[in-house]
């Protein structure tokens, strides 16, 4: 069982950075790999960052690949998601979830997941 809590969301202006967290208690978090999603109403929730469990391997969505970078540090159980040159387009509830399947595949985060954290860019 893994518990998962977010933080670090906020208001920002577009171009502006943010770096969101997420710290995990349970056991053997260094097994799983984690993705960042977020989700706007009405739509489905996206996967756009994911770390494999040794964090040698990354993935991300073609939209925020260059802006965002995932990673570890699983000495303290968390994950962050530094999100560099933010678009109004980035605005979402942005969620951390574990997986000990493909962390690259959206439908591997079946058990775990945090209560999500917003994140609203504007001017």
């Known amino acids: 069982q893994v518990q998962l809590v977010e933080s670090g969301g906020g208001v920002v202006q577009p171009g502006n950075s943010l770096r969101l967290s997420c710290v995990a208690s349970?056991?053997?978090?260094?097994?799983?790999?984690v993705g960042w999603f977020r989700q706007t109403p009405g739509k489905d929730r996206e996967l756009v960052a994911a770390?494999?469990?040794?964090?040698?391997?990354?993935h991300y969505a073609d939209d925020v690949t260059g802006r965002f970078t995932i990673s570890r540090d699983d000495a303290k159980k968390m994950v962050f998601l530094q999100m560099n040159s933010l678009k109004r387009e980035d605005t979402a509830v942005y969620y951390c979830?574990?997986?000990?399947?493909?962390?690259?595949?959206?439908?591997?985060?079946?058990?775990?997941w945090g209560q999500g954290t917003q994140v609203t860019v504007k001017s």
């Open positions: 770390i494999n469990w040794t964090g040698d391997l990354t």
């Open positions: 979830a574990a997986t000990i399947g493909r962390y690259y595949e959206p439908e591997s985060y079946t058990d775990y």
């Open positions: 349970g056991r053997a978090f260094n097994t799983y790999g």
